[in-house]
């Protein structure tokens, strides 16, 4: 993904606007074998390998965000903290969806009745709600063209 996202970027220099990340289940999933270790690989690949290699193609006239992943439970001991920094120290907008995907919303958000942490079309709709939401409180517009 990140290799086809810079290529498409290079090849379209201009044309892209924004530039997301969302860690998901898939990011993750190991953090249940060694948390610490899967944190530290997170955080690291994100530092010195996705973000750069996205804000070289990418270049400053994109504006950059990123999420904090919504599952909370033992994964949450310091991987919200850990996010927080490596995306703020890089210029990105953060968007927290803790706050609008919880235990008590994550059904409505997410395939969770599958056992599928992944976003439904719902959960999607309303993620890119808080992007916009978090794009825009920072003075960051498109016209209403996406």
């Known amino acids: 993904q990140l290799k086809s996202s810079t290529d498409f ?10 530039i997301t990340i969302t860690i998901g ?11 610490t270790e899967c944190l530290n690989h997170l955080i690291n690949n994100l530092n010195n390998i996705i973000i750069p ?3 070289d193609a990418g270049g400053e006239d994109i504006q950059y965000a990123a999420s904090l992943y919504y599952f909370h439970g033992h ?6 903290d850990g996010l927080t920094d490596v995306y703020s120290k890089n210029g990105f907008k953060v968007v927290d969806l803790r ?4 235990s008590d919303t994550k059904c ?12 439904n079309k719902v959960g999607q709709f309303v993620i890119g709600e808080h992007f916009h939401e978090k ?4 003075g960051i517009t498109n016209d209403g063209k996406f």
């Open 9 to 18: 970027m290079k090849s379209h220099r201009g044309l892209t606007k924004f």
């Open 25 to 35: 289940a898939n990011d993750i999933h190991r953090c249940n074998t060694s948390y």
């Open 53 to 55: 290699k996205l804000k």
């Open 75 to 80: 994964l949450d001991n310091g991987l919200s």
């Open 99 to 102: 706050t609008i995907i919880t």
């Open 108 to 119: 409505n958000y997410t395939y969770c009745n599958y056992h599928n942490p992944h976003p």
């Open 135 to 138: 794009l825009t409180e920072f």
